[in-house]
Antibody, heavy 120, light 107 residues
């Protein structure tokens, strides 16, 4: 069965970097892109963008350019989200998600979420 | 960017009630719309895609309708497990965006 398993919670200081992993299994990794969604505490969902795991091409939402980088390693079927120069307002749960078969932009598979806390 | 506006932001309802949530897109999106349910501390769960298609495994009391700019999610008879926050999301073009959410609470 399709699974997306994310890395554990992180506590970082402002200005540091963090790398969140999303280990996938149960499907051919290069057939589906990996999407990233942010949810700040008590807030709604924000689409951050996605990475095409076949071509390597990332697409970032306007609010997530510059400090945010999507990457992946096909050999371990894992996608990554790296955030640099962390700010307190980056404190959030970050989810990876995969689209349903036949319609990649409807997310039927999600990771469990990774809480990133940025605090001095 | 296409903005998605949900209403109401919260609704109080009783078991067995019919609940309707609306989502309006700032421009036409055909039927490129999904609805998700999210419970506290959990990832969202896809309920409806392509505006009106029921995701596999989702109870039939959930239904979606609409096209263009105006969409509706209906829960025909509210059950205890349906108390949650619901989000719409368009997938017409990048960037994809979510609505602000509707919290369904116990009356």
């Amino acid at each position: 069965q399709v699974q997306l398993v994310q890395s554990g919670s992180e506590l970082k200081k402002p200005g540091a970097s963090v790398k969140v992993s999303c280990k996938t299994s149960g499907y051919t990794f290069t057939r589906y892109g990996v999407n990233w969604v942010r949810q700040a505490p008590g807030q709604g969902l924000e689409w951050m963008g996605w990475i095409n795991t076949n071509t390597g091409n990332p697409t970032y939402a306007p609010d997530f350019t510059g400090r945010f980088v999507f990457s992946f390693d096909t050999s371990v079927t894992t996608a990554y989200l790296q955030i640099s120069s962390l700010k307190p307002e980056d404190t959030a749960v970050y989810y990876c998600a995969r689209g349903k078969s036949g319609s990649g932009s409807y997310y039927s598979y999600w990771g469990q979420g990774t809480l990133v806390t940025v605090s001095s | 960017d296409i903005q998605m506006t949900q209403s109401p932001s919260s609704v109080s309802a009783s078991i067995g009630d019919r609940v309707t949530i609306t989502c309006r897109a700032s421009q036409g999106i055909d039927n490129w719309l999904a609805w998700y349910q999210q419970k506290p501390g959990k990832a969202p769960n896809l309920l409806i895609y392509a505006a009106s298609s029921l995701q596999s495994g989702v109870p039939s009391r959930f239904s979606g309708s609409g096209s263009g700019t105006d969409f509706t999610l209906t829960i025909s008879s509210l059950q205890p497990e349906d108390f949650a926050t619901y989000y719409c999301q368009h997938s017409n073009s990048f960037p994809l965006t979510f609505g602000g959410g509707t919290k369904v609470q116990i009356k």
